[in-house]
């Protein structure tokens, strides 16, 4: 089999918009669908990237004739930029992304999941006993209208209390999150490994962890162009058929895997490396499928914001073909 060949590109430490245009340079260098290229993006060093980062340094991507190259584009809006132009022609993210990027008439669809539930923990600081405690404080998020944000209305509903009877802060990201829980500026907020480790040993809260609870948000999945479905179908299956391994390969290999993570995630820390492969390992979904509860999850929260969503159905935005024929051929039961 014939390896398309290209070396590894990343970029760890450079901004959202010198990445992005970077990106948009190679495309305009080469044709987007050239057989010498294949370039792929995922969003940032948390652990639910990880499927991306096992297919390609476990060698998958090159066993089923692919030489990908892998670049971190920071946020969703970038990404989708990225796979409409053609400088990527697959994209890790939240399905997010990709559905309020068809929702606005592209042709971005969902074709894999490896997580689809929210890979979070409800922190709050040692005071907060039960979830009611929460009444009346304040709880910190990303940004409002995010992920955070709509995790933690979620649970909320599920524990019963108003979300108006809590006060819901922007705050930024994890690591000021969590100074601010220490100094008793947020009382709750929501933290995946490695932070997590860190504020149990601040002897912070862990209320619930929201991967136990019956909750699903697809928070890793792969998005293509359907022209790329259309054109090289093949290429598609391909990279599926590595993802697949490559989840395999991490959730049975946790040496080599914390490995992987120590490079991506830029730390040789063992505490933190195991605290993040045991979480992240136990909820990847093995059979790829995307959860259309996630998906109509997503479309509740677009139709806030946009009320035609509300017309769409979770399936218009997923393409199971792929997966379909990969488990007629018997593919899919070597992983189980």
Known sequence: MAVISLKIARFPRLTRAFVAAG????ASSQPAWSAEKIIAD?????????????????GFFAKYGLDVDIVMIPGGTQSM?????????????????????RLGGSDVILIAASVNRYPFSVVARPQIKKPTD??????????????????????????????KSVIFMQMGEAAARLAALS??????????????LKARELKMTILADLKSL???????????????????PQLAKNFIKAYME???WFRTNKPASLKVLSRYMRTDEKEILAETYDYFSSMMSQNLRVNLDGVQEILNQEGQRLPAAARHKPAEFVQEQILDELDKEGFTTKFR
């Open 23 to 26: 990106v948009l340079f190679i």
């Open 42 to 58: 995922y969003g940032g060093t948390s652990g639910f990237q990880a499927a991306i980062w096992a297919a390609k340094d476990g």
């Open 81 to 101: 930029q990225a796979l409409i132009s053609g400088g990527t022609q697959f994209s890790q993210s939240s399905a997010a992304a990709p559905i309020h990027s």
């Open 134 to 163: 929460l009444v009346g404080k304040k709880v910190g998020v990303v940004r409002l209208g995010g992920s955070n944000e709509s995790a933690l209305r979620k649970a909320f509903e599920l524990w019963g209390i108003d979300p």
């Open 183 to 196: 100094a008793g500026t947020l009382d709750a907020t929501v933290l995946a490994p490695p932070h997590t």
């Open 214 to 232: 019956p909750i699903y948000y697809p928070q890793s999945t792969i998005a293509v162009r359907e022209n790329l479905l259309t054109r090289s």
């Open 246 to 248: 490559g989840v395999h």
